[in-house]
């Protein structure tokens, strides 16, 4: 039986970040359901300069990821009779990549304004791994609300916010892009090899006072 991750991408900026998540879930062999929200397609050009639309999404979504697509299904965000919009509909889990202000609200307060808002409450209340990845800043008491309220709920949490000690001070965009990606590939337990994992040597070099 087929169950695939269920990727979801809001309009937050940082689609990006999606692009690296689903090229990773495809590298690992893993099926994908791919919901993107109506917002999500006017970031997608503006950051990308690709256009997806429901009617030709296979070639708009490979070009858009720049490579040939897996196991993926595309579901329309206005489908709310789409598979992932019930609770016995196969799946591992779901990711919410970049997640806007307005889709973390939506999902914590159970608006299910559209599929992909449906979908994450779905794994939240099937209590299926459910990871979150917002991307704003700075966030006002209302969104670290709503994030309270989506851990509460048993979702991961997981700001996009990249460590630099793999890369050090001349990381590319990319790098920092993969690192990100990479913990929420972590949160899932997907593997990968998007970036460097901290191994402890400057640890090692420190006194047990930890000083120099």
């Given at each position: 039986m087929r169950e695939p991750w269920v990727v979801g991408v809001s309009g937050a900026s940082g689609t990006p970040y999606a692009r690296a998540v689903l090229s990773a879930l495809f590298d690992a062999g893993e099926s994908v359901d791919l919901v993107i929200s109506k917002a999500a397609r006017l970031t997608i050009l503006d950051e990308t300069g690709s256009t997806v639309r429901d009617a030709h999404w296979k070639d708009d979504v490979a070009a858009w990821l720049g490579r040939e697509l897996g196991d993926l299904t595309y579901w329309p965000a206005s489908d709310l009779a789409a598979g992932p919009s019930s609770g016995s509909?196969?799946?591992k889990g779901m990711i919410v990549v970049p997640a806007s202000t307005a889709a973390c609200a939506g999902i914590a307060i159970g608006l299910s304004k559209d599929l992909l808002q449906r979908a994450a409450?779905?794994?939240?209340?099937e209590r299926r791994r459910t990871v979150i990845v917002?991307?704003?800043?700075?966030?006002?008491?209302?969104?670290?609300?709503?994030?309270?309220?989506?851990h509460d709920a048993g979702a991961v949490v997981l700001p996009a916010s990249p460590g630099f000690y793999g890369a050090g001070a001349q990381a590319t965009a990319q790098q920092l892009v993969d690192f990100v990606a990479g913990k929420a590939l972590d949160a899932l337990d997907v593997p990968h090899?998007?970036?460097t994992r901290w191994k402890g040597e400057l640890n090692a070099q420190r006194s047990p006072l930890g000083g120099p």
């Open positions: 509909y196969p799946a409450e779905v794994n939240l209340k917002p991307r704003e800043t700075p966030v006002t008491r209302s969104h670290l609300e709503h994030l309270i309220a989506l090899t998007l970036l």
